[in-house]
């Protein structure tokens, strides 16, 4: 396709000079200037507060627990993210624009209240379904389950909004073709529908990891915040800026920011340019 | 017979696309579904080919019911308009998929695929990717591929569909050499009466739904059913009540048994062939021919002319629309 695609560059005029300097003005102000200041202040007298922090048992505990809750919830939205692509392209079923439009939801909803929601649901005492499991030997709030459960919430729609365009612009004559050439619904997935969407997929699970990393609000309501225990990196961040711990906030705050730069950056430098794929 | 589709009927919704159609399709042959654009001729092809699943009615292949068959069980090879090339596999592994899912050893595969890339002269694109082929290219490596498998039968969705002329013309000619080595039982699908006239054994028309006529491209020229194929198959004038091809009048100086008197009222020159709009009545009739014809008759805007279908055995059709009705 590449080769019908010719590029038309306006010329610079006045106006594009000045349309170019709102925008960069916009984003220093909002985005890079603020950020760059954290990171001056979490590195404020070399890397020593960044040292101090992984030397505290309960901050790495908290960072471990943040990886961990992190993948997890990428891996469930990974896996249910292109099931449900795959399913609002592929087929017509009643209730499929509901679906569409529940799916949404996690990005208009606030944080807290996934976390109240989730709460109310698994709760331990008083939840609609928490006793029942927690009776089996299976708590989930105030635990890590909850968190995985708030934080895969929030990141639902990530994975999908990325690959449903790409899976409609694919279109199905790939797999109808390799259907007819014998291949299994399994061998048509794996070779022909993986292969199309996959950096959809890679795009959608960085921008999920981000996400999920920098989970806070449903994560804060559903953990319990124990220090040492079910207590996240972001709330580290919270606890220590509350304490007039700031060196140790902004360095937190410093070392999350970064993966989460980390990961767009290694993307946007592997993914191939637009309309090559 | 390789193929025997029967009473199939599919819906789409309230639209009827196949009407209790009933086809055979005989073995080793190279038969064309000629019809207009939403005629059915697509969704009867995707139905044998499993693509679609008819609401009633059967289809055998080569004996074997394969009514509730998967399409990746049906043994058929399938070639889509828009080609359906694996984009992120080069053209090598795409004419090797099928091989490779029925995991035969991969030194046959590759005997096989550059076999098939020699067929269709691909050979030393092997290793390119499908989007630095051209379309033709492309199409062509889609045939190689869905022939490597060595289907039972060949279906072919509007192949030339989404080509320019002058390569549709090439990849006509060389579909039915194709063929006349290969073989193999082949269906396509057209709208371009001229493509399947010229590159077929045999022709199903399709219209609205249901076969209008199933014949050899002589057959359906010469003897069409109705006046819908006759109409369909190539250009057509009306004479009184009768649907007749415009080479098949004869343009006479003085009356004769049958003809018809009038006068030109336009004459126009497209290549060899010169059309001449001839006033007989209320009807104005078309008839082509040559340019020594034409000036044998000295004929010119005005002059007066007698018309009747020369040509013995002739197609004609009682013509169904308005005009014969007002004139008869």
Known sequence: MAEHRTVHRRRATPTTWLLRAIVVGYLFLLVAWPLSLVARNALDGGFGNVQALLE????????????????????????????????????????????????????????????????????????WLGPTLEANGLQVVYATPGMVLATAFVALPLVIREVVPVLEEVGMEQELAAQSLGASAWQRFRRITLPSIRWAVVYGVVLSLARSLGEFGAVKIVSGNVLGETRTATLVVEEKYLNFDKAG??????????????????VSLVRPKEGTR | MSIEVRNVTKRFGAFTALDDVSVSIPTGSLTALLGPSGGGKSTLLRVIAGLEVADEGTVHIEG??????????????????????????????????????????????????????????????????????????????????????????????????????????????????????VHVTTVFVTHDQEEALEVADEIVVVNEGRVEQVGTPDDLYDHPANDFVMRFLGPVTQLGDQLVRPHDLE??????????????????????????????????????????????????????????????????????????????
């Open chain 2, 64 to 181: 074997q019911d394969a009514t509730r068959l998967p399409a990746q069980k049906r043994d058929v090879g399938f070639v889509f308009q828009h080609y359906a090339a694996f984009k992120h596999l080069s053209v090598f592994r795409n004419v090797a998929f099928g091989l490779e899912i029925r995991k035969r050893p991969k030194e046959e595969v590759r005997e096989r695929v550059h076999e098939l890339l020699r067929l269709v002269h691909l050979e030393r694109f092997a290793d390119r990717f499908p989007s630095q082929l051209s379309g033709g290219q492309r199409q062509r490596m889609a045939l190689a591929r869905a022939l490597a498998v060595e289907p039972r039968v060949l279906l072919l969705d509007e192949p030339f569909g989404a080509l320019d002329a002058q390569v549709r013309k090439e990849l006509r000619d060389w579909l039915r050499r194709l063929h006349d080595e």
């Open chain 1, 249 to 266: 906030a902004y360095a937190t705050a410093f070392l999350l920011a970064l993966v989460s730069v980390a990961c767009i950056t290694v």
């Open chain 2, 251 to 328: 343009l006479l100086a003085e009356p004769a048994p049958g003809s018809v008197p009038g006068h030109v009222v336009r004459l126009s020159r497209i290549g060899f062939e010169v059309r001449i709009e001839v006033a007989t009545g209320d009807q104005v009739v078309l008839v082509t021919k040559t340019r020594p014809e034409v000036r044998a008759l000295d004929l010119q805007v005005g002059s007066p002319v007698h018309v009747r279908v020369g040509i013995e055995g002739a197609s004609r059709v009682v013509s169904s629309g308005g005009v014969a009705a007002a004139v008869g």
């Open chain 1, 56 to 127: 505290d048992p309960d901050v790495v505990h908290a960072l471990r627990l943040t990886v961990v809750v992190a993948l997890w919830a990428v891996a469930i939205n990974t896996v249910f993210g292109v099931g449900i692509s795959i399913l609002l392209v592929r087929y017509r079923f009643p209730g499929k624009r509901v679906l569409s439009a529940l799916l949404d939801l996690p990005l208009s909803v606030s944080p807290v209240v996934v976390g109240l929601a989730i709460v109310l649901v698994y709760g331990g005492r008083g939840g």
